[in-house]
C-alpha cells in the first residue's frame, strides 16, 4: 500500500484515553499519509475521562506517528477542545512544525477557512452542566464496552459490527435538533466574517455541506471523529472531501517511501491573535 500525499488533513476528536478510542485505525490512517498540514482539531487525548490505569500502546503509537509526521516535516497544528481544554493555557506554543492554538485561520487557493473545535456553541462544556457531561462520559464508555462486547459475537456470526451510541444519538429528536443548531450556528457566524468555509468538530458528525442565509453563503465541514465514524477532512487536487476509513484497504503493509508531491496550493496559516483581527477586518471592508 502506497502513501498518499494530501495537501491538508483535519482529524478530530480521537479521545485517546478512553475505551471508544479506535486508536490502531488512526495509527493505519496516520502512517498511510504524508500531509503538507495536518491539523488536530481539538478532542485529542480526554482529559475528562483520562485515567493512569487506561492509556494503552496503541494510543501512545498514535502520538508516536503525529511526532513521526513532524518529524518527516510534516506542519503539526493542534487546536484545543473542550476534553482537552487543560492545554490551553499553553496556546501558542511553537517548537519547530508543531504549534498548538485555540483556532486557526487558512487561506487557500485564495479562499478563507476558519477552524476551530467547536464547544464555544455548547452550554453542556460549561459550569455545572459540565460536571453533568463528565458523569455522562463514564456512561458513555460503559456503552462502549458494551458495544464492543456485541460486536464481537456479531463477528463471529459473520455480520456486519454496530454503533450503539450511533443508533442512540440518532433515534433522539432531541440530539438530532442540537446538532441541526450548532452546524447552523457555526455557519452563521462564519458567514457574518466573511470567511468562505467553516470546519469545526465536536459533534462527531462528519460533514461538507453549504449553508446559505440572507447575508451570504459558506461551506461547512466537520471532520467527525475516532470513536464512531472514523473520518477526516483532506484537502487535496484544489478540494475538500470526506475521508471514510475502510479496513479492507489496510491488509497489507504501507509503503513507508515519501511519495511524489502534488502541485502544492497556495497556503497561508494564520494563528496569532493580531494576524488575526487584522484579517477580520480586511475580510469585512
Known amino acids: 500500500m502506497e502513501k498518499r500525499s494530501v495537501n491538508v488533513v483535519v482529524i478530530s476528536d480521537l479521545h485517546l484515553g478512553t475505551y471508544g478510542c479506535h486508536a490502531t485505525e488512526i495509527v493505519n490512517y496516520l502512517k498511510s499519509i504524508a500531509p503538507q498540514i495536518l491539523i488536530l482539531n481539538g ?3 480526554d482529559g475528562w475521562q483520562f485515567s493512569k490505569r487506561y492509556f494503552p500502546a496503541s494510543h501512545l503509537q498514535v502520538i508516536k506517528e503525529i511526532m513521526n509526521l513532524v518529524s518527516n516535516g510534516t506542519r503539526v497544528i493542534y487546536i484545543t477542545g473542550n476534553h482537552d481544554e487543560m492545554l490551553r493555557r499553553y496556546s501558542d506554543v ?3 512544525n508543531f504549534k498548538l492554538t485555540d483556532k486557526v485561520v487558512m487561506e487557500i487557493d485564495g479562499k478563507m477557512t476558519w477552524i476551530f473545535h467547536g464547544d464555544v456553541f455548547d452550554a453542556t462544556t460549561k459550569g455545572s452542566a459540565k ?3 463528565k458523569l455522562g462520559g463514564h456512561g458513555y464508555d460503559l456503552l462502549i464496552l458494551l458495544n464492543r462486547f456485541i460486536n464481537y459475537f456479531l463477528k463471529i456470526a459473520g455480520k456486519e459490527k454496530m454503533s450503539l451510541s450511533k ?3 440518532d433515534s433522539v429528536k432531541q440530539a438530532v435538533s442540537w446538532i441541526g443548531n450548532f452546524e447552523q450556528t457555526a455557519a452563521e457566524l462564519a458567514i457574518s466574517k466573511n470567511y468562505d468555509y467553516v470546519i469545526c468538530g465536536h459533534i462527531h458528525q462528519p460533514q461538507v455541506r453549504t449553508v446559505e442565509t440572507a447575508e451570504g453563503k459558506v461551506v461547512y465541514m466537520n471532520s467527525g471523529d475516532w470513536i ?3 473520518t477526516a477532512l ?4 484544489h478540494a475538500w472531501s470526506i475521508y471514510q476509513y ?3 484497504v489496510f491488509t497489507s503493509e504501507v509503503n513507508t517511501t515519501k511519495p511524489s508531491k502534488p502541485k502544492q496550493p497556495a497556503i ?3 494563528t496569532d491573535e493580531v494576524t488575526l483581527f487584522l484579517n477580520s477586518l480586511i475580510l469585512q471592508a
Open 228 to 230: 464512531e465514524n472514523l
Open 94 to 96: 511553537e517548537i519547530g
Open 268 to 270: 497561508n496559516v494564520i
Open 167 to 169: 443508533k442512540v444519538k
Open 246 to 248: 475502510d479496513p479492507k
Open 43 to 45: 478532542d485529542i487525548i
Open 131 to 133: 460536571l453533568l457531561a
Open 234 to 237: 483532506e484537502y487535496t487536487d
